[in-house]
Nanobody, 122 residues
Framework: QVQLEESGGGLVQAGGSLRLSCAAS????????RGWFRQAPGKEREFVAG????????LYADSVKGRFTISRDNARNTVYLQMNSLTPEDTAVYYC???????????????WGPGTQVTVSS
């Protein structure tokens, strides 16, 4: 089985930080772009951050740029999302994703994890 599974979500106060992790199993994702999406209740899913497999280039949504940092450890088949200066608007289910390229990932084409809840209180 091929599986992506997020961890690290939880409840934090505004201004706090969380680090999400996404471990993959079943195959190596070292040659896949990796990234994160999120979906808040009543809202559409949105792209948050992505990282390429080839040169490590990154892409961030404007809403998180400067606050979130994506990184990956191919040896551990894992991608991370460091989230700082969290606000209530960051509250959402965060989904790990993998795609054939950063562009493909941004277009929501690829593999998905089940999601982890992040709740930011005021």
């Amino acid at each position: 089985q091929v599986q992506l599974e997020e961890s690290g979500g939880g409840l934090v106060q505004a201004g706090g930080s969380l680090r999400l992790s996404c471990a993959a199993s079943g195959r190596s994702f070292s040659r896949y772009a990796r990234g994160w999406f999120r979906q808040a209740p009543g809202k559409e899913r949105e792209f948050v951050a992505g990282i390429s497999w080839s040169d490590g280039s990154t892409l961030y949504a404007d809403s998180v740029k400067g606050r979130f940092t994506i990184s990956r450890d191919n040896a551990r088949n894992t991608v991370y999302l460091q989230m700082n200066s969290l606000t209530p608007e960051d509250t959402a289910v965060y989904y790990c994703a993998a795609g054939s390229s950063l562009t493909s990932l941004r277009d929501a084409h690829g593999y998905w994890g089940p999601g982890t809840q992040v709740t930011v209180s005021s």
